[in-house]
Every structure is written in structure tokens, then in C-alpha cells.
């Protein structure tokens, strides 16, 4: 049966304009699944990414803790090889001593009797610097600087009177005590010159003195520092320090 025109021509129109229509719904329920699927991907993107970062943080902290702790080993390193090198000195100087007493012995003549000399207990020397180091390395900072000062007091001759003067301002810094710190460093400069540790003195006097804002002791100390010891890691520090001022 054949349709009329105008019926054929309507039902064309009524599919062509039903298209669209259809073709629009479809689409934007892609486009809202695909908005979803976006939403949940960048949902999942910011979590790692505040797993990250909590973790850097975590990680920057425990790399602090580290450091700290390294710093506390090497402290503690340098204390123990200054203390077995000390005592191996102190060995070698007994000997020769012990030697020479014994060759004067027997080529000098017999001496005239003197009121004899008050004799340093030298096992007492020994046990007191013992006590105040081993304050040092229990970090009891204060105890320790007050038992080095005590112990250059009643021994400012002996034969562990440099490092007693070392180890004193080391303590006193530590304890924040930069005043005594500075001046117990200067004395061991000044004192034992040719000592190794000479250099790494007058650079921790400078530190002590800036913390005090002394800024003339600071450039005074860095010239002495420069001019006598520059072969030294300290005195190549030190002459950079200078130009820079």
C-alpha cells in the first residue's frame, strides 16, 4: 500500500529529528563516565602524591637524626684518639725520662743535701685527668670543663697539662661556655704551638668568640691562625675567612 506524499514526508521528518536528540543523551553520558573516571584517577594521583611528600618529610627527619648522631660518633672518635695517643706519649716520655734520671745518676756527683721539692704524684695526675675525660665522654659537658679546670690548677707543670687545656675548652664550648672556652683554647695555642692540634685550637677559639660577638678577638685570632699555621686545613679556612672580610 502506497503512503501518501505528505504522510511519507512527515514520518522522514519525525526520524531525521529524532536523531539528535538520541545521539545528545548518548554523549553526555560518556562525557559524565569519562568526568567520573577523571575524578577518581586525580583522587588517586593526590593521595600518592601526599604519600610522597609525608614520606620525604619522614625521611628529610631521619636523615637529620643521622647526621646528629654522626656528629656525636665523631666527637666521641676524636676523644678516644686523642686519649690513646696521650697515653702512648705519656709511655714514651716516662722512659726517657726514666733513662736520663738513670744516666745522671751515674755521672753526677753526689748532691748537696736540700730541702727537697714537693713531689707530684703522678698516679694522682693520671687518675684525676682519667675522671675528668671520662666526664667528657659521658657528654656530662659542665662536670667535665669544671674537673679539667680543677686539674690545671693542681698540675699546670704535668705532663698531661696541654691536653687537660685541649679537652677543657672543648667541654666549656660544648657547655655553651664560650668565655672560658676561648681563653683555655688561646692558652693551649700559645702554650704548646707545635702541638697538632695547635691549629684546630685557634679555629674553635673563633667560633667560641663569634658566639660571644667579639668580632675584633675573631679577625685578631683568624690572622695568628693564617700567618703561623697555613699549611694547615684551619689556616687555608681562615685566609679564605679573611679575604672574604
Do not use: C
Amino acid at each position: 500500500m502506497r503512503l501518501r506524499a505528505p504522510l511519507r514526508v512527515a514520518l522522514l521528518v519525525a526520524a531525521t529529528l529524532s536523531l539528535p536528540a538520541g545521539a545528545g543523551v548518548f554523549d553526555d553520558d560518556e562525557a559524565r563516565a569519562r568526568i567520573e573516571t577523571l575524578k577518581g584517577e586525580y583522587a588517586e594521583l593526590a593521595k600518592r602524591v601526599e604519600l610522597i611528600n609525608r614520606n620525604q618529610v619522614d625521611f628529610a627527619n631521619q636523615i637529620e637524626a643521622v647526621k646528629a648522631e654522626l656528629a656525636k660518633l665523631r666527637g666521641q672518635i676524636e676523644v678516644l684518639g686523642y686519649e690513646l695517643e696521650a697515653t702512648q706519649k705519656r709511655q714514651k716520655d716516662f722512659y726517657v725520662d726514666l733513662d736520663n734520671r738513670v744516666r745522671k745518676l751515674e755521672t753526677a756527683p753526689p748532691p748537696e743535701a736540700k730541702p727537697e721539692a714537693p713531689k707530684v704524684d703522678t698516679a694522682q695526675e693520671t687518675r684525676d685527668y682519667e675522671a675528668a675525660l671520662a666526664s667528657l665522654k659521658a657528654l656530662k659537658y659542665k662536670e667535665a670543663g669544671a674537673a679539667f679546670l680543677t686539674f690545671i690548677q693542681a698540675y699546670p707543670n704535668g705532663t698531661l697539662a696541654a691536653s687537660a687545656h685541649y679537652w677543657g675548652g672543648y667541654a666549656h664550648a660544648q657547655a655553651r661556655d664560650h668565655a672560658t672556652a676561648a681563653d683555655l683554647f688561646g692558652k693551649f695555642a700559645a702554650g704548646w704551638p707545635n702541638d697538632e692540634r695547635a691549629a684546630g685550637a685557634l679555629e674553635s677559639r673563633v667560633a667560641s668568640l663569634e658566639a660571644l660577638k667579639n668580632a675584633k678577638a675573631v679577625r685578631a685570632t683568624l690572622e695568628l691562625l693564617a700567618d703561623k699555621y697555613p699549611a694547615t686545613d684551619a689556616g687555608k679556612r681562615a685566609k679564605q675567612r679573611l679575604k672574604r672580610k
